[in-house]
């Protein structure tokens, strides 16, 4: 079992950055694949960014050039550092990591930009 802490989230401003943060229980090198999802009112959970046990990282469009998702091996952390921030980006942003062929969760942290 593995436990997945998400933290950083909270109210911003457009234009403004946050950074988050999600803590693993276990080691990070020994998880395959760590992402960032995000879940607005209303719509399903969509993928932010991935980052692989070889610091491979993947964005979709929407985050490409906004977004950076790294990782903290002595910390057992993964990051996602978001910048200029949009009314869009408002959603309860999630943590998971696969570890073979378990996926698991965080309970999310909300995330609001609004002026």
């Known amino acids: 079992q593995v436990q997945l802490v998400e933290s950083g989230g909270g109210l911003v401003q457009p234009g403004g950055s946050l950074r988050l943060s999600c803590a693993a229980s276990i080691s990070i090198f020994n998880i395959n694949v760590m992402g960032w999802y995000r879940q607005a009112p209303g719509k399903q959970r969509e993928l932010v960014a991935t980052i692989n046990d070889l610091g491979r990282t993947n964005y979709p469009d929407s985050a490409k050039g906004r977004f950076t998702i790294s990782r903290d091996n002595a910390k057992n952390t993964v990051y996602l550092q978001m910048n200029s921030l949009k009314p869009e980006d408002t959603a309860v942003y999630y943590c998971?990591?696969?570890?073979?062929?378990?996926?698991?969760w965080g309970q999310g942290t909300q995330v609001t930009v609004s002026s």
């Open positions: 998971n990591a696969l570890v073979r062929l378990d996926l698991y």
